[in-house]
């Protein structure tokens, strides 16, 4: 069964750059019938959606974020990875991955349990 | 503040039935399908329903789900004191070239 798992620093200071990876067990993180996303949910807020990834590296951003992110895949490793540049407070929020089906629904079917990442110095 | 237009809250009563509406655009639930999420406290949300109205396998058919134009609508019948969680529309933006989420709704099981 496919799993998902964030892994990475809860603790990034004002101005530095979040890093977290998602390990794909389970599958391939190559096959054409999916892309490989991460979402986001502040405290007290609701779920955002960061950006997307194909294993070919096509990538789709939401436009609030697209200039401090980069959303990259490793096909060797089976991980995909987030970079969130010039973090704040606002940044504050438990990161998800997870598996978006690909012109089957368009949906995310599976995800990682979470992990939450604190803005602070 | 979510392209897709949720209301914050909705409540009922145990086994009785409700609906949460979910308002878009023809830059998104016009013209892309539509999944619903559960999220409860503490875990990973869910999917319930993909495809504007499929259900994966092990949700119940108490779930269900429409789409009409640039609204969609998720029904839960049968309401369970376990159905207390957030509930979230999402699909597809042209506009945006983005996945966008509703911003949520707090359902209550009275």
């Given amino acids: 069964q496919l799993q998902l798992q964030e892994s990475g620093p809860g603790l990034v200071k004002p101005s530095e750059t979040l890093s ?13 019938s999916y ?3 991460w979402i986001r949910q ?15 590296g096509s990538a789709y951003y939401n436009p ?5 992110v980069t959303i990259s895949v490793d096909t060797s490793k089976n991980q995909f990875s987030l970079k969130l540049s010039s973090v704040t407070a606002a940044d504050t929020a438990v990161y998800y991955c997870a598996r978006r089906l ?18 602070s110095s | 503040q979510s392209v897709l237009t949720q209301p914050p809250s909705v409540s009922a009563a145990p086994g009785q039935r409700v609906t949460i509406s979910c308002s878009g655009s023809s830059s998104n639930i016009g013209n892309y399908y539509v999944s619903w999420y559960q999220h409860l406290p503490g875990t990973a949300p869910k999917l319930l329903i993909y495809g504007n109205n499929q259900r994966p396998s092990g949700i119940p058919d108490r779930f269900s789900a429409s789409k009409s134009g640039t609204s969609a609508t998720l029904g839960i019948t049968g309401l369970q004191t376990g ?7 999402e699909t597809w933006d042209s506009s945006l070239s983005a996945a966008v989420f509703g911003g949520g ?4 099981v009275l």
């Fill in chain 1, 20 to 32: 977290l990876t998602c390990t794909v067990s389970g599958g391939s993180i190559s096959s054409s």
């Fill in chain 1, 35 to 37: 892309y490989w996303g």
């Fill in chain 1, 42 to 56: 502040p405290p007290g807020k609701g779920l955002e959606c960061i950006g997307i990834i194909y294993y070919s």
């Fill in chain 1, 64 to 68: 609030s974020l697209k200039s401090r």
């Fill in chain 1, 102 to 119: 690909r012109a089957t629904g368009d949906a995310f079917d599976i995800w990682g349990q979470g992990t939450m990442v604190t803005v």
């Fill in chain 2, 83 to 89: 159905d207390e969680a957030d509930y979230y529309c």
């Fill in chain 2, 105 to 108: 709704t707090q359902l209550t």
